[in-house]
């Protein structure tokens, strides 16, 4: 019989991190999480700052856009297994938005639970435009 993987059972990669070729580093999960954690309430990180930050502990060009967007899905959703579990202090992945500032659907509970988040930490969440999703405003 087929037992599910925990979803911190899925951030275990041996392969990762990994810089290719001396230019695009391939981060791991924990890496991931270690630099959302540094994220203090009231602040917030884009996902360009995010890659920027784990290509500089790397010394790569770049961090692969695709895989830090896939493993932040993963960590985000290793924060909600262990809130389930009681466990009091997670990764803090809802103060990780979008480049423009706009919020991200794939988190758990999708935009609205992020805006819902980020509101009891003081910010301001103005809703999209048509098909664009909320975004935090700076006013």
Not at 29 to 49: C, K
Not at 89 to 113: A, M, Q
Request: proline share 7%; hydrophobic share 35%.
């Amino acid at each position: 019989m087929y037992k599910r993987k925990t979803w911190r059972e899925k951030m275990d990669n041996p392969k990762l991190p990994k810089v290719v070729d001396g230019e695009m580093l391939l981060p791991s999960p924990y890496d991931i999480e270690a630099v959302i954690r540094t994220v203090r309430e009231g602040r917030l990180l884009t996902t360009s700052q995010l890659r920027e930050t784990l290509a500089g502990k790397y010394a790569a060009k770049t961090t692969c856009p695709l895989l830090t967007g896939i493993l932040l899905h993963i960590v985000s959703e290793v924060a909600e297994e262990e809130a389930a579990a009681g466990k009091q202090r997670i990764t803090p992945y809802w103060r990780v938005i979008k480049d423009d500032g706009s919020l991200n659907p794939k988190f758990p509970g999708g935009v609205e639970r992020q805006a819902e988040r980020l509101r009891e930490e003081g910010h301001r969440v103005v809703a999209g435009r048509g098909k664009k999703p909320p975004r935090v405003s700076n006013t």
